[in-house]
């Protein structure tokens, strides 16, 4: 039971024999004995044993012990939240390896969680989700000249990571209806993976201007279980918030709405937790096609019956921030200092609330106060949340700076 020393003495033994066929397996040992002391105290020993497998990696990289150093490596940057790192980690597994269908899902979940830390910097995710829906992009490009056109569970995963990280980036709408279209047709079956698939493709098909083509896909998705087509407004919300046209945005919008009429008929087989998220999705829908007042009736009583709810919180305070008449900017205010009170200070949300609190002091007509919030925010924080956020209170305080006409 001394892991610890037992590790050591391992790493010894396999040092000072490095060149003998089994110093990688002896090496291997101090890895696994180490990894049952850092179990022990992970907050203390989990960066020796990064060290430790970096360390195997760099001399016994085509050992047979490097994929279950890799593996262990790839989860390691995971508990400590690098998700760049995890994923050069979970992509440096290779085909040949047992785990490899499950560290293509693995890299997928890091890069979702990685376009999540970077949601305040919309180019950067961007690029990002490109950049790693070309690597899912790659397995199943690879299987595709094999002569067994059966989907293997890897490029099962990387097909649904490939269409959703491509999506995200913004474009490439008729790139990811081929790549799904291919893969329905590879295996026409009706299982929860084929609905996921055909949920991704009909999404590129809006998004790409297949409006009708949608709509049909649409209808088939109606009839399978409303969980999926509550996920479908969900992703269809999120398109549009990474459009870049109106015109896309209002397609979209309507077809969100059009999924939220089907599902509103099926509410009673959803959960308590499901009609929630429907009615979220309900009023961002309503909200994303321009029905602005509709929209404020449904999320007044969400916010209300969830008000540690930010995410919730923030996007009613956006819609009442959009009105042009004092009522609805005043409303505003109140709902972006309650989310302000309510943030980590330093936080991404945290700027955001006191960026919105300033800008409507100037739209209320006291740019005094608003300036002097920006200056007193400049002292206790210099950086203002990042260079993107800094770049727009700059902005925002050179307008609260000229004379009025």
């Known amino acids: 039971g001394r892991h610890g020393q037992a590790a050591d003495h391992y790493r010894r033994w396999a040092l000072a024999a490095a060149d003998q066929p089994q110093a990688p397996e002896v090496h291997i040992e101090a890895v696994r004995n180490l990894a049952q002391a850092v179990k022990q105290r992970p907050d203390n020993g989990l960066d020796d044993f990064v060290a430790l497998l970096e360390e195997h990696l760099a001399?016994?990289?085509?050992?047979?012990?490097?994929?279950?150093?890799?593996?262990?490596?790839?989860?390691?940057?995971?508990?400590?939240?690098?998700?760049?790192?995890?994923?050069?980690?979970?992509?440096?597994?290779?085909?040949g390896d047992a785990r490899f269908a499950e560290a293509v899902d693995a890299?997928?979940?890091?890069c979702e969680a990685r376009l999540t830390e970077l949601a305040a910097q919309p180019q950067a995710a961007r690029t990002m989700a490109a950049q790693s829906a070309a690597w899912f992009e790659s397995i199943v490009a690879a299987e595709s000249?094999?002569?067994?056109?059966?989907?293997?569970?890897?490029?099962?995963?990387a097909v649904l990571w490939a269409a959703r990280l491509r999506l995200a980036s913004a474009g490439g709408y008729e790139q990811?209806?081929?790549?799904l279209a291919d893969a329905l047709?590879?295996?026409?079956?009706?299982?929860?993976?084929?609905?996921?698939?055909?949920?991704?493709?009909?999404?590129?098909?809006?998004?790409?201007g297949r409006v009708d083509e949608a709509g049909r896909t649409l209808e088939r998705l109606a009839a399978a279980d409303p969980a999926a087509l509550a996920d479908l407004v969900d992703r269809l919300q999120r398109l549009g918030n990474n459009t870049a046209t109106e015109v896309d945005r209002q397609r979209l919008a309507a077809l969100q709405l059009r999924a939220v009429d089907l599902l509103s008929r099926r509410q009673s087989e959803l959960a308590p937790g499901e009609r929630i998220a429907f009615a979220?999705?309900?009023?961002?829908?309503?909200?994303?096609?321009?029905?602005?007042?509709?929209?404020l009736q449904r999320y007044a009583p969400l916010v209300r019956a969830q008000p540690d709810d930010a995410k919730?919180?923030?996007?009613?305070?956006?819609?009442?921030?959009?009105?042009?008449?004092?009522r609805s900017r005043e409303a505003a205010l109140?709902?972006?200092?309650?989310?302000?009170?309510?943030?980590?200070?330093?936080?991404?949300?945290?700027?955001?609330?006191?960026?919105?609190?300033?800008?409507?002091?100037?739209?209320?007509?006291?740019?005094?106060?608003?300036?002097?919030?920006?200056?007193?925010?400049?002292?206790?924080?210099?950086?203002l949340g990042g260079p993107a956020m800094k770049a727009r209170f700059e902005q925002l305080l050179a307008c609260c700076q000229r004379p009025e006409p």
């Open 59 to 95: 001399r016994w990289s085509a050992a047979a012990t490097a994929g279950e150093a890799r593996w262990l490596l790839a989860g390691a940057r995971r508990y400590q939240r690098d998700w760049p790192r995890a994923i050069a980690a979970y992509e440096a597994i290779g085909p």
């Open 107 to 110: 890299a997928g979940q890091c």
């Open 145 to 157: 000249n094999r002569s067994d056109k059966r989907l293997s569970p890897a490029v099962r995963r």
């Open 176 to 179: 990811v209806r081929r790549l």
């Open 185 to 208: 047709a590879a295996t026409g079956g009706d299982d929860p993976w084929c609905r996921e698939v055909e949920t991704l493709l009909m999404v590129a098909q809006a998004g790409g």
């Open 280 to 295: 979220r999705a309900h009023a961002a829908a309503l909200a994303a096609s321009g029905r602005r007042d509709e929209a």
């Open 312 to 326: 919730l919180g923030e996007a009613y305070a956006q819609l009442l921030a959009a009105g042009a008449d004092r």
């Open 334 to 383: 109140v709902e972006w200092r309650r989310l302000e009170s309510r943030s980590k200070p330093g936080s991404p949300r945290w700027f955001r609330a006191k960026y919105a609190i300033a800008e409507l002091h100037l739209a209320l007509g006291r740019p005094d106060r608003a300036r002097k919030m920006i200056e007193l925010l400049v002292l206790l924080h210099p950086d």
